[in-house]
C-alpha cells in the first residue's frame, strides 16, 4: 500500500502563490503517476495535473501556465507550486499515486483564495 499525506493549504490572496507537499509513504518507484487533484463544495473533483514516472507532466486549461507539478524522488514528496490564483481555485486538494494494484488517494488539504 501507498500512504499519502498532503500540506501546505491556506489562505492566499488572489494574486498569490501557495506550493503544496504531498509524501508518499516507501517507495515512488512503484507508483506509475502520481496527480493532484481538487473539489470544491457542490462540485465533482477534478483534475489539477498529472506527473507520471518518467517526468511528463500533464495540465488542464484551467491551470496551465500557473500551476507546476513536480517530485524529489529521493523525498518520496510531489509538489504543486500554484501562482496567480483565482477564487476559483479555493477547493480542498488532494493527492493521488496510481500503481499497479490500484489508486490511492490522501486527505487533502484545504486551499482558500480570498481577499
Known amino acids: 500500500q501507498v500512504q499519502l499525506v498532503e500540506s501546505g493549504g491556506g489562505v492566499v490572496q488572489p494574486g498569490g502563490s501557495l506550493r503544496l507537499s504531498c509524501v508518499a509513504s516507501?517507495?515512488?518507484?512503484?507508483?506509475?503517476?502520481m496527480g493532484w487533484y481538487r473539489q470544491a463544495p457542490g462540485k465533482q473533483r477534478e483534475l489539477v495535473a498529472t506527473i507520471t514516472r518518467g517526468g511528463i507532466t500533464s495540465y488542464p486549461d484551467s491551470v496551465k501556465g500557473r500551476f507546476t507539478i513536480s517530485r524529489d524522488i529521493v523525498k518520496n514528496t510531489m509538489y504543486l507550486q500554484m501562482n496567480s490564483l483565482k477564487p476559483e481555485d479555493a477547493a480542498v486538494y488532494y493527492c493521488k499515486a496510481s500503481r499497479n494494484d490500484g489508486a490511492y488517494w490522501g486527505q487533502g488539504t484545504q486551499v482558500t483564495v480570498s481577499s
Open positions: 516507501g517507495s515512488m518507484f512503484s507508483i506509475n503517476v
